[in-house]
């Protein structure tokens, strides 16, 4: 089968690839792209592991050909922080205990993150909302819903430090 | 899970993707979200030579609100119709709707168009559609088409829809009154084990109009005029939602699944109707 050349930005750089159309994004990602952050959990769409962002969506990239995304704008984890520096997402699910197993912890931050931009004072019915794509087998998700609340309040507070 | 091997298009307008259906017949498949496709591509129960993504195709995204007249082009997100605050000024019914389908990673991804056009019983717009009594726009070979929601669905994945068609848009009239959508799921992600679209208007204190449609309770969404017709006239009392939904589930067909045996989804069907009915006139 043919290959497709595709160009995507991914954490601020610009890839360029050729892909078999019936390659999906998630594979694409870890195994041409490295960023083995996203992770293949379920592969049926429910477990929200492979969680990434394009263009401003938080998106399972296992149900997303890696044409499809042809132009966009991709974050994941890696494209957060660096490990000197975490986001702040990353250190409230450290301090709360947000993780044990880790497994679906970058799709979980990941999901925040844009949860985080599109309501920077969430409940925490919000937060349980918001993350209800990304399942985790561990925690219970109380920690989890801890640490996404600890994050927004710390970004508030530093926003409203700087103003 | 890797799926078979197909070709990619992605047409720049309606016209392009229209002469690739003619051209590949039943080896092609359209692609609006692919939130239900990909899935069945990946497991190999769908299996696609000639994938057409209708996400260049910039009209398909529009939302229109002109006077009582409200369009919705196939490809808008259900993440887009429940960020929209003119639609949720005029339809609010759409947004309780779309925050009850699946997870928030679909509703960026998956589309009112693919939701309407798929025939999968258990998809929550068919039922809404039939609700608000909205029309489907049929693109073809020949021009465009019209089929109201009511007259679309012929059974699971059947529709009146021929194969070198596309669904472009969708329309309905604003209705005053109540609203309510209601659903029961086992959890998030997972489709109705029974829902009900429920649209009330009043005059004074009596029902004026009704409109009830439900959701994955028959191989189609199912309109239930007698439902309907047991409330006009009533005061919405406890004795009319009884008969009311006694009359709708009298034409529901549910099939045995792992949501639960026959006898469970009517129970929860009657539960859901009635809570539909009371909230929708309670916003009347």
Same mark, same amino acid.
């Given at each position: 089968?043919?290959?497709?050349?595709?160009?995507?930005?991914?954490?601020?750089?610009?890839?360029?690839?050729?892909?078999?159309?019936?390659?999906?994004?998630?594979?694409?990602?870890?195994?041409?792209?490295?960023?083995?952050?996203?992770?293949?959990?379920?592969?049926?769409? #429910?477990?929200?592991?492979?969680?990434?962002?394009?263009?401003?969506?938080?998106?399972?990239?296992?149900?997303?050909?890696?044409?499809?995304?042809?132009?966009?704008?991709?974050?994941?984890?890696?494209?957060?922080?660096?490990?000197?520096?975490?986001?702040?997402?990353?250190?409230?699910?450290?301090?709360? #205990?947000?993780?044990?197993?880790?497994?679906?912890?970058?799709?979980?931050?990941?999901?925040?993150?844009?949860?985080?931009?599109?309501?920077?004072?969430?409940?925490?019915?919000?937060?349980?909302?918001?993350?209800?794509?990304?399942?985790?087998?561990?925690?219970?998700?109380?920690?989890?819903?801890?640490?996404?609340?600890?994050?927004?309040?710390?970004?508030?507070?530093?926003?409203?430090?700087?103003? | 899970?890797?799926?078979?091997?197909?070709?990619?298009?992605?047409?720049?307008?309606?016209?392009?993707?229209?002469?690739?259906?003619?051209?590949?017949?039943?080896?092609?498949?359209?692609? *609006?979200?692919?939130?239900?496709?990909?899935?069945?591509?990946?497991?190999?129960?769908?299996?696609?030579?000639?994938?057409?993504?209708?996400?260049?195709?910039?009209?398909?995204?529009?939302?229109?609100?002109?006077?009582?007249?409200?369009?919705?082009?196939?490809?808008?997100?259900?993440?887009?119709?429940?960020?929209?605050?003119?639609?949720?000024?005029? *339809?609010?019914?759409?947004?309780?709707?779309?925050?009850?389908?699946?997870?928030?990673?679909?509703?960026?991804?998956?589309?009112?168009?693919?939701?309407?056009?798929?025939?999968?019983?258990?998809?929550?717009?068919?039922?809404?559609?039939? *609700?608000?009594?909205?029309?489907?726009?049929?693109?073809?070979?020949?021009?465009?088409?019209?089929?109201?929601?009511?007259?679309?669905?012929?059974?699971?994945?059947?529709?009146?829809?021929?194969?070198?068609?596309?669904?472009?848009?969708?329309?309905?009239?604003?209705?005053?009154?109540?609203?309510?959508?209601?659903?029961?799921?086992?959890? +998030?992600?997972?489709?109705?084990?029974?829902?009900?679209?429920v649209v009330i208007?009043?005059?004074?204190?009596?029902v004026?109009s009704a409109s009830i *449609?439900?959701?994955?309770?028959?191989?189609?969404?199912?309109?239930?005029?007698?439902a309907a017709?047991?409330l006009i006239?009533?005061?919405?009392?406890?004795?009319?939602?009884?008969?009311a939904?006694?009359?709708?589930?009298?034409?529901?067909?549910?099939?045995?699944?792992?949501?639960?045996?026959?006898?469970?989804?009517?129970?929860?069907?009657?539960? +859901?109707?009635?809570?539909?009915?009371?909230?929708?006139?309670?916003?009347?």
């Open positions: 089968m043919s290959k497709t050349a595709i160009k995507l930005n991914v954490n601020g750089k610009t890839e360029e690839l050729l892909v078999e159309p019936r390659e999906l994004l998630i594979y694409v990602l870890r195994e041409k792209l490295n960023l083995t952050g996203p992770h293949v959990g379920c592969e049926t769409s #429910h477990c929200g592991a492979c969680t990434v962002e394009i263009d401003g969506k938080s998106v399972k990239s296992c149900t997303m050909f890696a044409v499809q995304a042809e132009g966009t704008e991709i974050t994941t984890i890696e494209g957060l922080s660096t490990p000197d520096n975490l986001h702040v997402l990353q250190r409230m699910f450290r301090e709360h #205990h947000g993780l044990q197993c880790g497994y679906c912890t970058p799709g979980m931050i990941t999901r925040a993150h844009r949860l985080l931009q599109e309501n920077p004072n969430p409940t925490e019915e919000d937060v349980r909302f918001g993350i209800a794509g990304n399942l985790c087998r561990c925690t219970g998700y109380q920690n989890i819903v801890k640490s996404v609340l600890a994050a927004a309040a710390e970004i508030n507070a530093a926003q409203e430090a700087a103003e | 899970m890797i799926p078979a091997a197909f070709e990619y298009h992605r047409p720049k307008d309606i016209e392009a993707a229209l002469g690739l259906l003619q051209t590949h017949g039943d080896e092609a498949r359209v692609l *609006a979200g692919g939130h239900s496709l990909i899935p069945m591509m990946k497991l190999r129960m769908a299996a696609i030579e000639h994938l057409i993504d209708l996400r260049d195709i910039a009209h398909l995204r529009d939302i229109r609100i002109e006077g009582t007249n409200i369009h919705i082009g196939a490809m808008v997100t259900q993440a887009e119709l429940i960020g929209h605050d003119g639609l949720a000024r005029v *339809a609010p019914i759409l947004r309780e709707a779309a925050l009850q389908i699946a997870d928030p990673q679909v509703r960026y991804m998956g589309t009112v168009g693919g939701n309407v056009a798929n025939g999968d019983p258990g998809n929550d717009m068919p039922g809404l559609m039939q *609700a608000l009594d909205a029309v489907f726009t049929l693109a073809g070979p020949d021009g465009d088409r019209e089929v109201a929601a009511r007259d679309f669905y012929e059974a699971a994945y059947m529709t009146a829809r021929e194969d070198d068609e596309i669904l472009t848009a969708i329309r309905f009239q604003v209705s005053a009154g109540g609203y309510a959508y209601e659903k029961q799921k086992r959890k +998030i992600g997972d489709y109705a084990t029974a829902a009900a679209a208007t009043r005059d004074g204190d009596k004026a *449609a439900m959701t994955n309770l028959s191989d189609t969404p199912v309109w239930s005029e007698s017709a047991a006239g009533t005061r919405c009392d406890a004795d009319a939602i009884k008969t939904t006694d009359a709708a589930l009298a034409d529901i067909d549910p099939n045995e699944d792992n949501r639960g045996p026959v006898e469970f989804k009517r129970h929860v069907a009657g539960i +859901i109707i009635s809570r539909a009915i009371a909230r929708a006139w309670s916003r009347a």
